[in-house]
């Protein structure tokens, strides 16, 4: 087994105070990698990078259609968003069409990310509901989905038809059974796959077509829904919302916890994944902005890629103290 490759790194002073390794795959649409850095057989959770492929049977089951749901609700059902007051308003919309309640939720709740949400709750001396959860929008599909194929309450449970259906989905877009699940931190199953297995799934995302059968239609919309509407993936201020922004919808990518990235390049037909070792987030976001540069589909000069790349470190003074930036060799060097 290969080892972590070094990625990204934060300089204080002249001096190397912190490196970030991890492991990256990018696949073409045949499923080969194209540029591989690490170890593209380590197995690891996508967590929430791969919603895309768990919202696939809310639409190649014919639920999506069979609710009217939009590009924006699809969009939803990807998304880790920021529980801001536009999210918690189109979730709860969406449940009350299918005559849901916010009580038929599984996600649990939590403090929003957004800040106006938040001091919002407090004023109003209220608790946050599951509509705030980061998955809501997900949740909001699975119960879409599990009514449509007319299932039990417990979507969540891993013998639920749904879960069924997304373990299989998971196995046929990443070309591999998974090595096994955990639950996630919104309590769905979470499928473990290889690095390569996950870039593969998104290759197969980005290739998908129109002329395609009903999974290739699904991963089509799914894929567009998210490129068309960045603020409903994350929030505003979010990596995926500003670099999707930046490279005017052509590119579909979403983050998951523990320093897990993905992303879909329809005209590149390419697909990518990676993940940092230690799970830190800001690796995850300077290592994806530096391959999406690296790819030809951000430009390097626009500035949400310098806020990723050879990002300013600031103190509370608002001194700058240091850098985060690629490791040489990584993003811009050859590939290992």
Excluded at 78 to 94: I, N, P, R, T
Excluded at 159 to 183: S, W
Aim: one cysteine or more.
């Amino acid at each position: 087994m290969a080892d972590a490759a070094p990625m990204v790194e934060l300089w204080r002073g002249g001096w190397l105070e912190s490196r970030h390794a991890g492991h990256a795959v990018v696949c073409d649409a045949g499923g080969e990698i194209v540029e591989a850095w690490g170890d593209p057989a380590a197995v690891i959770f996508p967590r929430s990078s791969c919603k895309m492929i768990q919202a696939l049977p809310l639409v190649d089951s014919g639920a999506a259609e069979a609710a009217r749901l939009g590009s924006a609700q699809l969009a939803l059902a990807c998304a880790s968003h920021d529980g801001a007051a536009l999210h918690v308003g189109m979730v709860g919309a969406w449940l009350r069409g299918l005559d849901l309640a916010e009580a038929d939720l599984r996600c649990g709740a939590h403090e929003p990310h957004d800040r106006a949400e938040r001091d919002r709750l407090i004023r109003a001396e209220e608790a946050p509901c599951q509509f705030h959860n980061n998955c809501s929008g997900k949740h909001a599909g699975f119960l879409t989905a599990t009514r449509h194929l007319r299932a039990g309450p417990e979507y969540v449970e891993i013998d639920h038809p749904l879960q069924q259906a997304v373990a299989a989905a998971t196995a046929d877009v990443a070309g591999e059974t998974p090595a096994g699940f955990g639950i996630d931190g919104c309590s769905a199953p979470n499928f473990a796959l290889s690095v390569h297995g996950l870039a593969r799934a998104m290759a197969r995302f980005a290739a998908a077509s129109d002329a395609g059968d009903a999974r290739a239609r699904a991963m089509v919309r799914l894929r567009q829904a998210m490129a068309a509407h960045p603020v409903l993936v994350e929030g505003e201020g979010g990596a995926c919302t500003g670099l999707m922004r930046a490279m005017g919808g052509q590119v579909a990518i979403k983050y998951g916890a523990e320093g897990v990235f993905t992303a879909i390049l329809p005209d590149r037909r390419l697909g990518l994944a990676l993940k940092i070792a230690d799970g830190a987030k800001r690796a995850a976001e300077t290592a994806v902005a530096a391959l999406l540069v690296r790819l030809g589909a951000l430009d390097r000069r626009h500035p949400e890629a310098g806020r990723w790349l050879d990002a300013p470190q600031t103190n509370r003074r608002g001194l700058t103290t240091g850098v985060l930036r690629a490791a040489d060799g990584f993003g811009r060097g050859a590939a290992s």
